[in-house]
Nanobody, 127 residues
Framework: QVQLVESGGGLVQAGDSLRLSCAAS????????MAWFRQAPGKEREFVAA????????YYQDSVKGRFSLSRDNAKNSVYLQMNSLKPEDTAVYYC????????????????????WGQGTQVTVSS
């Protein structure tokens, strides 16, 4: 079992930055890939970014490339999503997720590959 706890959400203005954190406990997560997804009101949950267990490989949704950066610290069992140049369309509940996949693959962009989810943290970007 893996427990995930997100933090760092909030209300910001367009152009501002936020850093989301996800702390994992339970099963060792240093050997698992992790990701962030988001869900806006009335929309399906969508992929944002993923990182391989080693941290070497990352994947991003096209709309966040160049603005968001995902990193991990396996010694702290944590991943971090640095979000810069935020836009109102980034407004959503952001969820941290972990998967048992241990290698880098584009499968990490699919929410069905993740069996562990956090409770979510709200990010609101005003215009």
């Amino acid at each position: 079992q893996v427990q995930l706890v997100e933090s760092g959400g909030g209300l910001v203005q367009a152009g501002d930055s936020l850093r989301l954190s996800c702390a994992a406990s339970g099963r060792t997560v240093s050997s698992t890939a992790m990701a962030w997804f988001r869900q806006a009101p009335g929309k399906e949950r969508e992929f944002v970014a993923a990182i391989s267990w080693s941290g070497v490989t990352t994947y991003y949704q096209d709309s966040v490339k160049g603005r968001f950066s995902l990193s991990r610290d396996n010694a702290k069992n944590s991943v971090y999503l640095q979000m810069n140049s935020l836009k109102p369309e980034d407004t959503a509940v952001y969820y941290c997720a972990a998967t048992t996949i241990t290698y880098a693959t584009t499968r990490l962009m699919r929410k069905d590959e993740y069996g562990y989810w956090g409770q979510g943290t709200q990010v609101t970007v005003s215009s």
